[in-house]
């Protein structure tokens, strides 16, 4: 197989598998950045994925071909709503946020299946008839080289996230919202002596995850699942965080993490089928994100510091 | 007022009965009967030998997996990486069942310090990341989870056996499983781990509270400034309780291999073994015999929700719902204490 044809194999599916990743990790890059933890953007995915596929499969019949998309933004709504049962424990009731995000996967399995097994009297949802489809974007696919690479049989959501991922640079460094965001999370104290309003900066932040979160499940089940079980999100919204931190809890830099967790992905994916990675096992390519992101915690791929305030509830008086 | 220790008893207690609560309120807002959902559950733990013998089965590893993160709780360590540990236990334990023969007194010991020292390994390396680099451990130990998932199942495919999905049965020498046990519980797979799960909570509580080492490991947890003042090597407490922690942890995996199971499948998602050990820990107070008290429950909730969908018509997953609003509660419960404190003003 000549390289091209390798490159041309590769890309699209890493760019299919990298969006949910991105619109997840873009969710808890804003929630960190205001300073809460969020082990639960796994949770957070499920609820979007199930949203996702159940408003799929009750309305493609109003809505036809647009379905996917109306499904997705319902999806990021349920998961803004969602994601408040965080955000009341973790900065009204002052709850440990990881334990927290560890109630909130659970609630969100416990949930989603409850809820399949009660409207569809089975452990998983049936197929959804309208997905997402991969299309070529026009002009752009005639492109020589770039348009088989980047535009021919793609997903327009792997674009949308991209776009996102811009969109949340913008909004967080070149905003006011944006920098009050960031101050709430490195020293609220400070914050909140300047008339920010610490626990209403946090609740947007954590419902801003939410909806990203939510989207990421969504855009994970209409693109890749197709239905929603107990075995539909295993572990992406984990990869996510994973891109949250790898990324230097940048927006950029997690759309970077997400892209190559995505790539990697598609290695295990198509891998047997490339010439020098066919005797690698699919497990050394299964695991790099997770090692990668040790190795990186560790400091050996440039050290990144977290908000200060990451993880600390805020005390108004306390010092 | 409430003393402290008052608090730490009603808190997990009024927990408990709100997660219950909002059960019964999901059965009754989706058309079931709370009362026949609740029997239906308590006689699916308590109704038969055989059922007591599952439950019984089930709280063992929850013992294990919550003693693992209430003792790094303890340490100041918050160790979600339970689930891996318990998977490369479960492997190394079944590796050493079947690989070796020898007598029983040395095979079933040496299978279980095998599970040990594997779940000893996968806390070593956040132990180490976090005492010598002040790296977090929630993040290690996630990704830890995952490594442990994905290498057993390499492991049990390509070199445990020939593509296969699950290793090979253990030897009858390096098994848990108790016939006289058995036949008591009308053939449930009750085995003998439960004694080893008592031994242990033993264990950890007279580590914890009655030795030098107890007191420092209990002290980092508490201020790391000040134990580094008083000249305790902070570090390596770190380490350690995150050995220790781990091969806890490894040992409920031991529990899955050499009682219930007498093998290993290949496991396409987490055994969530761990993950309940953190919702054990929290209700349980991270005190040893707490966690008894609260593997007990969530062994109740657990195996007497498989009788529900049969006698009720509830779908199983409602006691999920139960149990993580159980763990938010309890996370919550600056608010609960809030609350309490108010009504006790006002009863003034």
């Given amino acids: 197989m000549a390289f091209f044809d390798v490159l041309q194999s590769i890309i699209p599916i890493a760019l299919f598998y990298s969006a949910p990743l991105i619109f997840t990790a873009l969710g808890g890059v804003f929630s960190e950045r205001s300073g809460v933890v969020n082990i639960g953007l796994e949770g957070l995915m499920v609820a979007g994925a199930f949203v996702g596929i159940v408003f799929n499969l009750t309305f493609d019949e109003t809505f036809g071909s647009a379905t996917p998309w109306i499904s997705i933004f319902v999806a990021m709504i349920v998961g803004a709503i969602f994601s408040l049962v965080h955000a009341v424990a973790s900065v009204s009731f002052r709850a440990d946020q990881v334990v927290s995000g560890v109630a909130i996967n659970f609630l969100a399995l416990g949930l989603g299946v409850f809820l399949t097994k009660q409207w569809y009297g089975k452990g998983q949802t049936d197929m959804v008839d309208e997905p997402f489809y991969s299309t070529d974007i026009p002009i752009l696919a005639d492109i020589p080289i770039l348009g088989p690479l980047f535009f021919n049989g793609i997903y327009v959501t792997s674009y949308v996230a991209i776009a996102f991922a811009f969109l949340g640079w913008f909004v967080l460094y070149k905003t006011p919202f944006g920098l009050r965001l960031r101050s709430v999370g490195e020293h609220p104290m400070a914050a909140d002596t300047n008339g920010i309003n610490v626990n209403r900066m946090r609740y947007i932040a954590v419902m801003i995850s939410g909806a990203l979160g939510g989207l990421g499940g969504a855009v994970f089940a209409l693109t890749i699942a197709f239905n929603f079980s107990q075995a539909t999100i295993v572990g992406q919204g984990f990869m996510s965080l994973a891109a949250v931190i790898f990324g230097k809890w940048h927006p950029l830099g997690a759309m970077g993490a997400a892209l190559f967790f995505g790539f990697a992905q598609s290695l295990s994916v198509i891998g047997s089928g490339i010439p020098l990675l066919e005797n690698v096992p699919a497990v050394y390519l299964t695991i790099a994100p997770y090692v990668l992101t040790i190795l990186a915690l560790a400091g050996f791929i440039g050290r990144a510091e977290a908000p200060k305030a990451n993880g600390q509830p805020y005390i108004k008086g306390s010092r | 007022m409430f003393s402290n220790k008052t608090f730490n008893l009603i808190v997990p207690i009024i927990s408990v009965l709100l997660g219950l609560l909002a059960g019964a309120i999901i059965m009754l807002v989706f058309g079931y009967n ?94 180490l990341l976090k005492a010598k680099l002040g790296v977090h451990e929630v993040i290690i130990t996630i990704m830890m989870n995952y490594i442990a998932l994905h290498v057993s199942n390499a492991l049990i495919r390509d070199v445990l056996t020939d593509s296969g999905d699950s290793t090979d049965q253990i030897k009858e020498s390096a098994s848990l499983a108790s016939n006289w046990l058995m036949e008591l519980t009308g053939y449930s797979r009750l085995h003998y781990g439960i004694i080893l799960a008592l031994f242990a909570a033993f264990f950890v509580w007279f580590l914890l509270e009655k030795t030098t080492r107890g ?116 996370a919550s419960s600056y608010i609960i204490r809030w609350t309490l404190l108010k009504f006790k003003k006002e009863g003034k």
């Avoid at chain 2, 309940?276 to 609260?294: Q, R, S, T």
């Fill in chain 2, 34 to 127: 709370p009362v026949e959902g609740y029997i239906a559950l308590w006689n699916g733990a308590f109704g038969s030998n055989y059922f007591f013998g599952e439950t019984i089965r089930q709280v063992t590893p929850y013992i294990f997996t919550g003693l693992s993160i209430a003792f790094a709780f303890r340490a100041g360590l918050f160790n979600i990486g339970a689930e891996g540990q318990v998977i490369v236990g479960w492997l190394a334990s079944v590796w050493v069942g079947a690989a070796f023969d020898a007598p029983m007194i040395i095979h079933l010991p040496l299978a279980i310090i095998a599970a040990a020292l594997a779940g000893a390994l996968w806390g070593f390396v956040p132990g």
């Fill in chain 2, 215 to 330: 007191y420092e490991l209990r002290s980092v947890g508490y201020n790391q400034h000040a134990s580094e003042y008083a000249g305790m090597n902070v570090g390596r407490n770190i380490i350690l309780s995150m050995v220790i922690s781990g091969g806890i942890a490894g040992l409920a995996g031991a529990m899955e291999g050499l009682g219930t199971f007498g093998y290993m499948p290949t496991h396409s998602a987490f055994t969530n073994l761990g993950f309940d050990g953190i919702a054990v820990a929290l209700l349980g107070g991270n005190n040893a015999f707490g966690v008894v008290i609260a593997a007990f429950l969530f062994g109740v909730l657990k195996i007497g929700a498989l009788n529900m969908p049969t006698a009720a018509e509830v779908p199983s997953e409602l006691v999920e719902i139960v149990i993580a609003l159980i763990i938010f509660f309890v």
